[in-house]
């Protein structure tokens, strides 16, 4: 045997010894020391095996030690190996039982735990499933919804359902039916379902001589939750739920999510708040739901930035319902929030609300959400629209500057797409003035100081001639060629 070779079983023999003692031992330092002797067992006994690729000994003696740090894959691969070699030796056979013994009872230990773990995950991914994207919902109403003086909401309820769907129930006050069909056209254009809207005469609150009533059922990319299914192994994704979690302590739980809601409710200057504290519901050895209920007063700007506080905290939370009235036609709404909150029972105490990791990025900014509820309240009267401070429906012009031809067009706005007297109709929309356009094919218009014509009208877009040039823009979007903004 040379001595290479006698080096590596030396080795080998005393790190077998130093394993079992280590085995008896506590202490990260112990761990450590045994993990260097394994790695230099096998840095030799691999330098070995190259200069005599045919001593089964040394594949025997390898395995064992790519065992005991649980590379049951190589350790397999060089007992194998080992018998190949020598299959006479009863040894090598002995090792790899001893080997397959111990990967048995390991995947055991693994299943009993994935067992436990695994549906407390799927429980936990499938709750947080049917949130929805309130605020994306409530933005596109503003944007497509006709105008103050044609329409306005005195009621939204929007809730979700376990079966994973969203819906809003509307209701609201008009000059004339054309305008409810007109926002009907614009949600089916987003690409929402709406049942047939109840229409009748009720007492007139001028300008508006019409009552409706309807129920809207969301586009399915309005659903999902704020934060995303974080991807890796079972127990990865559990961590990340449980950093999320609200505190195992049930009262600990309450008293610091009650503080942040409080928080984000006077960071959004919601007035006469009232938060309650609801009931607990829990899933034996899973989870537990607390509820909330958080009302108050605010206008639509403000609401829009409880909302987006809301969604892009990151907590393991969802917004259950929402609940908005506005009877008088003033800037301020009566709004109520559902909300439920999970707490593991694995889930770290230590973790304050604002210390959690925040969730995925709206689609807009907080001002940019803010700024378009402000612009166009569905609630408000045309008197009672935002002012200035709170995003103002006129462009951000000095007095006395002159708009130019894309200013006039990018207020603009295509908002509706209907049917009057058996003939297509489409409504312009200027954000600047408030100021609305009702034409039919071949109608000529002017913007500004910018003329314009209709050449044709179809389901979700038209067709213009717009200072000389040919046009076709969308549901939502402006004449100058871009989104409503």
């Known amino acids: 045997m040379n001595g290479l070779k006698a080096l590596a079983l030396a080795v080998a023999f005393c790190c077998q010894a130093a394993c079992a003692a280590d085995r008896a031992t506590t202490g990260s ?36 030690a790519f065992a005991e740090k649980r590379d049951w894959s190589r350790a397999v691969e060089d007992l194998n190996q080992a018998i190949r070699i020598d299959p006479e030796n009863a040894q090598n056979f002995r090792t790899r039982a001893r080997i397959l013994a111990r990967m048995s009872q390991e995947d055991e230990a693994v299943a009993e735990k994935l067992a436990t773990v695994l549906p407390t995950v799927r429980s936990v991914e499938q709750w947080i499933a049917d949130d929805v994207r309130w605020l994306d919902m409530l933005s596109e109403i503003c944007e497509r919804i006709p105008t103050a003086g044609d329409l306005r909401l005195t009621e939204l309820t929007a809730s979700s359902s376990r079966a994973g769907h969203g819906s809003v129930k509307l209701a609201g006050m008009a000059r004339e039916p054309a305008a409810i069909d007109a926002m009907q056209a614009a ?20 300008p508006y001589e019409w009552q409706f009533e309807g129920l809207v059922a969301l586009r399915a990319d309005l659903l999902g939750p704020a934060t995303a299914a974080p991807s890796g ?3 990865d994704r559990l961590a ?11 009262e600990i739980a309450q008293s610091t999510y009650r503080v942040w809601l409080l928080d984000i409710a006077r960071s959004a200057a919601l007035r006469d708040g009232k938060l309650d504290v609801g009931a607990i519901q829990s899933r034996t050895g899973m989870y537990r739901i607390i509820s909330f209920s958080l009302s108050g007063r605010c206008s639509a700007g403000q609401l829009a930035e409880l909302l987006w506080h809301f969604r892009a905290s990151g907590h393991l939370h969802k917004l259950r319902s929402i609940s908005i009235r506005n009877r008088d036609g003033g800037r301020e709404m009566e709004v109520v ?3 439920q909150a999970m707490s593991l029972p694995t889930a770290d105490g230590s973790v304050r609300p604002s210390e959690r990791p925040p969730g ?9 959400y803010r700024d378009v509820v402000s612009r166009r309240n569905p609630f408000a009267r045309p008197a009672a629209q935002a002012p200035d401070a709170e995003g103002s429906a006129r462009p951000n012009v000095e007095p006395g500057e002159p708009m130019t031809e894309f200013d006039s067009l990018r207020h603009a706005v295509v908002v509706a797409i209907t049917i009057v007297n058996d003939r297509t109709q489409v409504w312009i929309l200027n954000r600047a003035t408030s100021e609305t356009w009702r034409l ?11 003329s314009g014509k209709v050449i044709r009208i179809a389901e979700d877009h038209a067709e213009f001639e717009v200072g000389g040039r040919r046009r076709v823009v969308g549901l939502g979007e402006n004449l100058a060629g871009n989104k409503g903004s």
């Open 29 to 64: 330092a112990a761990a450590s020391d045994q993990a260097n002797n394994l790695d230099e067992t096998i840095a030799t006994l691999t330098k070995s095996l190259e200069a005599d690729p045919t001593d089964g000994r040394a594949y025997r003696l390898r395995g064992e």
């Open 187 to 206: 949600l089916r254009g987003l690409g929402h379902q709406v049942q047939p809207v109840r229409v009748h005469q009720g007492e007139p609150e001028p």
């Open 233 to 235: 192994s079972t127990a």
């Open 240 to 250: 990340v739920w449980q950093a999320r979690s609200l505190p195992a302590d049930l």
């Open 337 to 339: 929030l559902s909300i």
């Open 360 to 368: 995925e990025p709206a689609r807009r900014t907080m001002d940019e």
């Open 440 to 450: 039919f094919p071949n109608d000529a218009f002017k913007i500004g100081e910018v």
